[in-house]
């Protein structure tokens, strides 16, 4: 479900330059097709560094259950760790956020 939305929405985010051509309004100065690329980077960013983040989250989340149920006092360092995977989707969002202000 989560890939189909996905993929609508980066479908719908480049189509959308179309509509913006004619109007002076969000490309500035760029061409339609710039702009179209730019989203479509900015979405990809988003998208893949958030599929990442759950895929490591759930592997290395798995991880740190199964070792905190033998050694209860490792729930420190293993938190860390799971802090670590989820620090991807915050870099895959920053990135995207870099990339719509040059748009911009």
């Known amino acids: ?13 480049v189509q ?3 509509a913006f051509a004619a109007a002076p309004g969000p490309t ?7 702009w179209s690329w730019g989203m479509l980077g900015a979405a990809l960013a988003t998208g893949m ?3 990442g983040a759950g895929f490591a989250v759930a592997k290395v ?5 199964g070792a905190l149920a ?3 006092e490792l729930f420190g360092r293993l938190l860390i760790f799971v802090g670590l995977a989820e620090g991807i989707a915050i870099y895959g969002l920053i990135v ?9």
């Open 16 to 18: 959308a330059p179309a």
């Open 28 to 34: 500035m100065g760029i061409s339609a097709e710039a």
């Open 61 to 65: 989340g798995t991880a740190a259950v």
């Open 96 to 104: 995207s956020i870099l990339i719509l202000n040059r748009l911009v």
């Open 49 to 51: 560094s958030s599929l």
């Open 1 to 13: 479900v989560a890939a189909a939305l996905s993929a609508l929405a980066t479908a719908i985010l």
């Open 70 to 72: 033998e050694k209860p």
